[in-house]
Nanobody
Framework: QVQLAESGGDSVRPGASLRLSCVVS????????YGWFRRAPGKEREGIALISDMGGHTHVHHSLMGRFTISVENAKDKDTVYLQMDDLKYEDTAMYYC???????????????WGQGTQVTVSS
């Protein structure tokens, strides 16, 4: 059974940095990519960053390039997917989710495995 667990969310001031972590345990042959998504208040869940399971292929939403970085650390019994977020802005306030799936996609429906989310709040 595949399980994903996010951590690292916090309340921070504008300009701060945070690193979110997502521990992925269990195995499924349908997992080739990991993604970070977020849902801001009143908005739909959106894909913001993708990475192949071995880290060789990455994508960050064009509006976040230069501030957000995705990476993965592979271990024997688990993978840990990171989202480094720098120069945080008010509009980055959202619930952040990690997900795992078979294809390189930012569509929510393409990811069968999800974590519970971690809250990031940017306020002064």
């Amino acid at each position: 059974q595949v399980q994903l667990a996010e951590s690292g969310g916090d309340s921070v001031r504008p300009g701060a940095s945070l690193r979110l972590s997502c521990v992925v345990s269990g195995y499924s042959s349908s997992i080739n990519y990991y993604g970070w998504f977020r849902r801001a208040p009143g908005k739909e869940r959106e894909g913001i960053a993708l990475i192949s399971d071995m880290g060789g292929h990455t994508h960050v939403h064009h509006s976040l390039m230069g501030r957000f970085t995705i990476s993965v650390e592979n271990a024997k019994d688990k993978d840990t997917v990171y989202l480094q977020m720098d120069d945080l802005k008010y509009e980055d306030t959202a619930m952040y989710y990690c997900a795992a799936g078979p294809r390189f996609s930012i569509l929510v429906d393409d990811f069968p495995f999800w974590g519970q989310g971690t809250q990031v709040t940017v306020s002064s």
